[in-house]
């Protein structure tokens, strides 16, 4: 990775890369990514990173990946933001991926907060999911921060995928389900 800031407003970064999400080598060519960032108001962040790059198995037909990350962070008020993020992606055998969501974040008390959030996916020929997802989601949380550096969460989520081709969950009855609605909760602490 080599980085550069162009003070504090704009920064950039350029990665060598084994792949869209590739922890383990898959072949002997390399992804190119990168990462630039705007920060033109205290309030106002902008970001857009990808990558291109031939992210075929050794052995297999090459095809290329370019895959774009678009992300806007506003805050409205000191106590309420809203961030929106949009992936596009194409690959040069399959077609056309786009997933997005719109987050609102709201802190109504020093160290409680509630967030609405909702979400899509459209990968209906399988560029990032090998289960080719199309769908969207509702999530509504809340949030206890103990300190400036760490976070409790509650939420809970509703999926509803594609009924004809993403069954992917199972109901209370063990049928197929192409729904579900989780609980989740977590923590996290960053130094």
């Given at each position: 990775?080599?980085?550069?800031?162009?003070?504090?407003?704009?920064?950039?970064?350029?990665?060598?890369?084994?792949?869209?999400?590739?922890?383990v080598?898959?072949?002997?060519?390399?992804?190119?990514?990168?990462?630039?960032?705007?920060?033109?108001?205290?309030?106002?962040?902008?970001?857009?990173?990808?990558?291109?790059?031939?992210?075929?198995?050794?052995?297999?037909?090459?095809?290329?990946?370019?895959?774009?990350?678009?992300?806007?962070?506003?805050?409205?008020?000191?106590?309420?933001?809203?961030?929106?993020?949009?992936?596009?992606?194409?690959?040069s055998?399959?077609?056309?991926?786009?997933?997005?969501?719109?987050?609102?974040?709201?802190?109504?008390?020093?160290?409680?907060?509630?967030?609405?959030?909702?979400?899509?996916?459209?990968?209906?020929?399988?560029?990032?999911?090998?289960?080719?997802?199309?769908?969207?989601?509702?999530?509504?949380?809340?949030?206890?921060?103990?300190?400036?550096?760490?976070?409790?969460?509650?939420?809970?989520?509703?999926?509803?995928?594609?009924?004809?081709?993403?069954?992917?969950?199972?109901?209370?009855?063990?049928?197929?389900?192409?729904?579900?609605?989780?609980?989740l909760?977590?923590?996290?602490?960053?130094?």
């Amino acid at each position: 990775r080599a980085s550069y800031n162009w003070g504090s407003m704009l920064t950039a970064q350029l990665h060598l890369l084994n792949g869209y999400g590739n922890i383990v080598d898959n072949n002997i060519n390399k992804s190119v990514g990168w990462l630039v960032g705007y920060n033109p108001l205290s309030n106002l962040g902008i970001s857009w990173s990808g990558l291109v790059g031939d992210e075929s198995n050794t052995g297999d037909p090459a095809f290329i990946r370019f895959y774009n990350n678009f992300n806007v962070n506003y805050m409205i008020l000191d106590s309420l933001g809203i961030r929106a993020q949009m992936d596009v992606a194409n690959q040069s055998n399959l077609g056309l991926y786009y997933g997005g969501q719109l987050t609102a974040p709201y802190y109504f008390f020093e160290h409680f907060g509630v967030t609405v959030r909702g979400e899509m996916i459209q990968d209906p020929n399988g560029v990032v999911s090998a289960d080719k997802l199309q769908g969207f989601g509702a999530t509504l949380g809340l949030e206890y921060r103990p300190t400036k550096q760490s976070y409790v969460r509650l939420e809970g989520r509703q999926l509803f995928m594609d009924p004809t081709n993403n069954k992917l969950f199972m109901d209370a009855n063990g049928n197929a389900s192409s729904n579900r609605f989780e609980l989740l909760a977590n923590t996290g602490i960053w130094f």
